[in-house]
Nanobody, 113 residues
Framework: QVHVVESGGGLVQPGGSLRLSCAAS????????MGWYRQAPGKQREYVAL???????NYTDSVKGRFTISRDNARNTVFLQMNSLKPEDTAVYYC???????WGQGTEVTVSS
């Protein structure tokens, strides 16, 4: 079955950067779109970015120009490079294969001075 493991979160100051990774297994990764989502404290989980199986990215407006999604099909891994981080980016970040019910444990990102 679909299995994903997120990593790379942590505490960073405003304006800083983090790179999240998601290792996937249990399906044909190279044929699948993959997305990043986040859930801030007290809020619903929201969409952040998606990359198609062919590598075409899409972003929610609030992260455009700051975040970059990418993938390495040889390693079954999807990345989220986050630059110019803001306190409002604080959340647990999840990667997810659209159309499936499986979610990983997420990785926590805290942006604070």
């Amino acid at each position: 079955q679909v299995h994903v493991v997120e990593s790379g979160g942590g505490l960073v100051q405003p304006g800083g950067s983090l790179r999240l990774s998601c290792a996937a297994s249990g399906f044909t990764f190279s044929s699948s779109a993959m997305g990043w989502y986040r859930q801030a404290p007290g809020k619903q989980r929201e969409y952040v970015a998606l990359i198609s199986h062919g590598g075409i990215p899409n972003y929610t407006d609030s992260v455009k120009g700051r975040f970059t999604i990418s993938r390495d099909n040889a390693r079954n891994t999807v990345f989220l490079q986050m630059n110019s981080l803001k306190p409002e980016d604080t959340a647990v970040y999840y990667c997810h294969r659209p159309g499936t019910a499986s979610w990983g444990q997420g990785t926590e990102v805290t942006v604070s001075s």
